[in-house]
């Protein structure tokens, strides 16, 4: 029996690919302990115990950006979590930890360091943040969502996907989830669907320019599941043909109904959209350091996706833009299959196996740190150097 450490939360983008993972280790050994290591504040705090698993919370230490007291304090604060950890790590025997960004991250992988086991890191984004790009010094093992990403010894595993989405893995199986779907959302079979979507909380500009845009939309022949997000304020027309939610718990159902969508390039967004082969104009986050543009380019670069600027998208770009791509279904179609070349559904078991092979390897090769914290080795299944970093191996 194998125990495990993972590490990581905050935002769906850390805590999803956490749990999805947990969930493949979990399926292949149902004796595995896992302990996953995350804040109180973030969503790990109410996601992790409600599938199951144990959760051990440490301080949320945001890195200092400047010199202030809260600069001073850091570091005796980080080297207590260190500690707690690795002692953690050798008083549950822990075989591997396995981190994922976010908050929770650097001390874990600081801690695996000093406890010497071996670390795995997985990055959802294709622009890492802080937390792995530290991590990624310090291991061989390490996979990246998209093939693009910037990170010494970055191997392509794709994204850990909900189980709902990778059980949608046949025709078959994604034909009877779109008529569940069709039924669920009150829609027709015999027309396709738009969906529109910002995410949790949504997206003014894009849901105003859709809804202003109800009626060329529909005139065109198509159908409008709007996902619009708890905290808009548009009020449903009730129109038939157009269904507005403010959310929906059926995410796998609405990407089973979609022929097009229009979205934010969140990672997981965008990884969910090509492995259901849904063509799609992404509409990046504006506000942030980028990484949304950066997780389309992978679909957008395969013909799979178009690009806009948040700052485009209105009721005039839908006139000229949106609504003529809806009247050309070879081209949709043609997306489509540009977006299916770059999806992957088994991202949770690439992980899995990146995982096993870090603790298959721990028993032969011991990685012995530089004095710089570093750590030499060959990287596995033919994944770049440190000569040639960020560009991950694809399959």
């Known amino acids: 029996m194998a125990t495990y450490l993972l590490a990581g939360g905050g935002t769906a983008g850390h805590v999803n690919p956490l749990l999805a993972t947990a969930d493949e280790l979990r399926r292949r050994d149902p004796s595995a302990e896992i302990i996953v290591v995350g804040t109180a504040q973030g969503l790990e705090a109410r996601l992790v115990p409600a599938r199951g698993y144990e959760l051990v919370t440490i301080a949320k230490l945001p890195f200092p950006r400047r010199p202030n007291r809260a600069a001073v304090t850091f570091a005796p604060k980080l080297l207590r979590v260190i500690s707690d950890l690795a002692a953690l790590i050798v008083e549950r025997h822990v075989d591997v930890v396995v981190g994922f960004g976010g908050y929770a ?17 997985h990055e959802a984004n294709a622009k890492p943040g802080l937390a792995n790009r530290l991590g990624a010094r310090f291991t061989p093992y390490v ?3 998209f093939r693009g990403t910037e990170l010494p010894h970055a191997r392509f595993v794709g994204m850990p996907l909900r189980a709902e989405i990778e059980t949608l893995e046949t025709a078959e199986a994604l034909a009877e989830a779109r008529i569940e779907g069709l039924e669920l959302f009150g829609l027709s079979d015999d027309m396709p669907v738009l969906l529109v979507t910002g995410g949790s909380l949504g997206a003014e500009r894009l849901n105003s320019a859709v809804f202003a845009s109800i009626a060329p939309i529909l005139a065109a022949g198509w159908q409008v599941l709007h996902i619009v997000g708890g905290r808009s304020t548009l009020v449903d027309p009730e129109i038939s043909g157009y269904r507005m939610l403010a959310y929906s718990d059926r995410m796998h159902l609405a990407l089973a109904v979609a022929s097009l969508a229009v979205s934010r390039a969140g990672a997981a967004t965008v990884s969910e959209l090509a492995a259901l082969g849904v063509p799609s104009v992404l509409v990046p986050y504006a506000v942030g350091n980028g990484e949304q543009r950066f997780n389309a380019a992978d679909v957008v670069a395969a013909g799979g996706a178009i690009l ?14 949106l609504v003529p791509l809806l009247g050309e279904p070879d081209r949709v179609a043609a997306m489509a299959r540009a977006a299916a070349s770059v999806g992957v559904r088994d991202g949770s078991a690439r992980t899995a196996n990146l995982i096993g092979a870090a603790l298959t390897d721990a028993a032969d090769v011991e990685y012995t740190p530089n004095d710089d914290g570093s750590i030499d080795g060959a990287p596995i299944d033919g994944a770049p150097t440190d000569d040639a970093p960020g560009k991950g191996a694809a399959e």
């Open 143 to 145: 996979g990246v969502a």
């Open 308 to 321: 806009v600027p948040d700052s485009d998208v209105t009721p005039e770009w839908v006139a000229s833009t």
């Open 105 to 121: 991250a650097a001390p874990a992988y600081l801690a695996a360091r000093r406890a010497r086991v071996p670390l795995v890191i």
